[in-house]
């Protein structure tokens, strides 16, 4: 089955710890997104990429890595210089980036990473 | 800056009561309007696109339609498996060209 594989689902993380949560995609897609969730709040961006090696800020990139290798996978670092890491992580992919003008809009989501800084 | 407000943040509807969750934005050229279905501890699944104002798509006891201000997602007699959080977002034709998302609002449907 084409589709979106997060893990690990549940992490915990000691304060001070980079922990890097994997993406791993089949639906021969170009871009991937990581999205963070908090509750009562909207879905927000990290970071996006439309092709491999190649990979945009989104509004809440600070304290947080990428990577895009290979075009099945964007992992996402979560770096100590994060304030405050807990939350629920999702990661998407796109047949074509934002900025394509064959963008549609429609993502498919993973299962989601939830993380949590003891 | 693109905004998108959902509403309410919660409802509950007896199975059967029929209902409308609203998504009012503002954006800088609507390129299309987005609605997704989230369970708890799941990633969200998409729904619908609607691209224009009048136009509207239906899936099921689901049906969303568009105004130039807002969206309207309609649930016809719902029933409990319906129960989840439904989240709008837009996708502008700004600089950014990234989906703005809502916040959501939790249906719960009693049996």
């Known amino acids: 089955d084409g589709g979106i594989t997060q893990s690990p689902k549940y992490l915990f993380r000691k304060e001070g710890q980079n922990v890097t949560l994997s993406c791993e995609q089949n639906?021969?897609?170009?871009?991937m997104y990581w999205y963070r969730q908090d509750p009562g709040q909207g879905l927000r961006l990290i970071y996006y990429?439309?092709?491999?090696?190649?990979?945009q800020k989104g509004d809440i990139a600070e304290g947080y890595s990428v990577s895009r290798e290979k075009k099945e996978s964007f992992p996402l670092t979560v770096t100590s210089a994060q304030k405050n890491p807990t939350a629920f992580y999702l990661c998407?992919?796109?047949?074509?980036?934002?900025?394509?003008?064959?963008?549609?809009?429609?993502?498919?989501f993973g299962e989601g990473s939830r993380l949590t800084v003891l | 800056e693109d905004q998108v407000t959902q509403s309410p943040e919660a409802l509950r509807l007896q199975e059967g009561e029929s209902s409308s969750l609203n998504c009012s934005y503002t954006?800088?050229?609507?390129?299309?309007l987005f609605w997704y279905r989230q369970d708890p501890g799941k990633g969200p699944e998409f729904l619908f696109t609607?691209?224009?104002a009048g136009e509207e798509k239906e899936k099921e006891r689901l049906k969303a339609t568009l105004t130039k201000k807002e969206s309207f997602l309609h649930i016809t007699a719902p029933k409990p498996e319906d129960s989840a959080t439904y989240l709008c977002?837009?996708?502008?034709?700004?600089?950014?060209?990234?989906?703005?998302f809502g916040s959501g609002t939790q249906l719960t449907v009693l049996p």
């Open positions: 998407a992919s796109s047949a074509s980036g934002p900025t394509s003008q064959l963008s549609t809009g429609e993502l498919f």
């Open positions: 639906l021969n897609h170009d871009a």
């Open positions: 977002a837009v996708l502008s034709s700004g600089s950014a060209r990234q989906l703005t």
């Open positions: 990429s439309q092709i491999v090696n190649d990979f």
């Open positions: 954006v800088s050229g609507l390129r299309g």
């Open positions: 609607l691209y224009s």
